[in-house]
């Protein structure tokens, strides 16, 4: 019995990574206020998982909540939204939260996630039990999204992807990485990636950015992101994959040319945001050689999806760009 969420790839299905067949697995309207749960984190905790879920009201409020589940796939969010107490900061000022991120490094679960204050920046905080939470500096100034942790310090210090942004629907963007000491004062900042020219690889190169957080792999740091092409129907969002050095990870080794996963099912077609696929999560287990995707589906449902990673490593080396 696989220890993670999993469901074995259809006979009919060839591509390496494949849709769970019940998916939308949390939908709209999972909690009484919710007009849409989708970019949400989850983690391994206890004997089963734990998650922070972005929930828009029916207001069109983003807020993030916490969440519980035995299986990583039936879900109970909490009704009401996470309150912060003071972590290493006194400013917990926020307009709003969104597409968040969860890691657990040393001895706590860091979260991440789109803060507002005066303009989108990268929010910080953390739990021991997801159910007290504390609110740390913002990592950097506006504009700012896309903020995602390693899961372990990388040469003594913390070090996060994000994505440098504008103030509105970026029409641009690259991922960067940034280093702190300390998860307060955040600098060395290196450009990782940037969107691909559109005759190389026409579905990232409007912008990309760090999706789950990177896995440890013997060929380094295994990182879904998201790849954007503006389309005549606006931003198209699909699923790509790269592989990072290991102990500098701004060198990007690999990087897939076609996508792994874009926009085909009703349910990531039709939304709020039509034609969106965002990971924001991966739960996996190198000894069974599986992973399972967490991902936005339209801004408006949570979807899941598989893969073996030996099968993603392998494509992403031989079909890089």
Not at 99 to 123: A, K, L, M, Q, S
Request: proline share 6%; aromatic share 14%.
């Amino acid at each position: 019995m696989s220890t993670i969420p999993w469901q074995e790839r259809p006979a009919n299905i060839s591509d390496v990574v494949w849709r769970y067949n019940e998916n939308p697995i949390i939908q709209r309207d999972a909690i009484p206020s919710s007009n849409s749960i989708f970019n949400s984190a989850v983690v391994p905790f206890k004997d089963g998982y734990a998650g922070v879920f972005r929930c828009d009201n029916k207001a069109v409020q983003m807020n993030i909540f916490a969440g519980f589940s035995k299986d990583g796939i039936n879900w109970e969010i909490n009704h009401e939204p996470i309150t912060f107490g003071a972590g290493n900061t006194q400013m917990i000022e926020s307009d709003y939260k969104y597409d968040p991120r969860v890691t657990f490094i040393e001895d706590r679960y860091w979260i991440t996630w789109c803060n507002g204050y005066h303009g989108p920046t990268i929010g910080i905080g953390y739990t021991f039990d997801f159910k007290e939470f504390f609110q740390c500096e913002n990592a950097f100034l506006p504009f700012n999204r896309n903020g995602v942790l390693f899961p372990e310090k990388i040469n003594g210090k913390y070090a996060m992807l994000s994505r440098p942004s504008d103030n509105g629907h970026t029409p641009f963007g690259d991922i960067y990485l940034s280093y702190s000491p300390d998860m307060k004062y955040w600098g060395e900042h290196r450009c990782v990636m940037k969107a691909s020219p559109f005759e190389d690889s026409a579905w990232q190169c409007t912008k990309i950015g760090a999706g789950s957080v990177p896995i440890l792999t013997d060929e380094g740091w295994l990182m879904f992101y998201h790849g954007v092409i503006n389309t005549c129907n606006g931003f198209r969002y699909s699923l790509g994959a790269s592989i990072l050095d290991k102990d500098n990870p701004n060198n990007v080794k690999y990087r897939t040319q076609p996508y792994l996963l874009s926009p085909q099912t009703t349910y990531e077609c039709v939304g709020d945001v039509p034609n969106v696929i965002f990971p924001c999560a991966t739960l996996h287990s190198l000894e069974e050689d599986k992973v399972a995707i967490y991902y936005g589906a339209a801004d408006t449902v949570t979807a899941l999806a598989f893969g073996h990673i030996s099968e993603i490593l392998k494509f992403t080396k031989e079909n890089s760009l």
